[in-house]
């Protein structure tokens, strides 16, 4: 079983910046695997915002692009998510998923386990 537990999530200004923390509780660690950020505004779908994994592919949302990093020190530990120039549009609920399994044909992780989500407010 594969719990993760966000946190790094705040209010800030337009233009700001903020990195998430996933930590990653499992008893033992994966060879194989995919660990991401997903988000999901108020009204909105969840959609993916940023993967990586064990075969080290990084994907990130174009609507994220050159601004968010996804990161992590080593394999299957502790996921950041670097977030530069916030726009009032990311504002949503942030959510870190894991499969323990790596990314094939799709962009981002399937979301075998979920995070309880850490909230990010970007305001104008």
């Known amino acids: 079983q594969v719990r993760l537990v966000e946190s790094g999530g705040g209010s800030v200004q337009s233009g700001g910046s903020l990195t998430l923390s996933c930590e990653v509780f499992?008893?033992?660690?994966?060879?194989?695997?995919?660990m991401g950020w997903f988000r999901q505004a108020p009204g909105k779908e969840r959609e993916g915002v940023a993967s990586?994994?064990?075969?080290?592919?990084?994907t990130y949302a174009d609507s994220v692009k050159g601004r968010f990093t996804i990161s992590q020190a080593r394999p299957w530990t502790t996921l950041y998510l670097q977030m530069n120039n916030l726009k009032p549009e990311d504002t949503a609920m942030y959510y870190c998923?894991?499969?323990?399994?790596?990314?094939?044909?799709?962009?981002?992780?399937?979301?075998?386990?979920w995070g309880q989500g850490t909230q990010v407010t970007v305001s104008s």
């Open positions: 499992s008893g033992r660690n994966y060879s194989q695997y995919c």
């Open positions: 990586i994994d064990s075969l080290g592919k990084n």
């Open positions: 998923a894991a499969d323990r399994w790596p990314l094939e044909t799709q962009d981002f992780c399937s979301g075998e386990s």
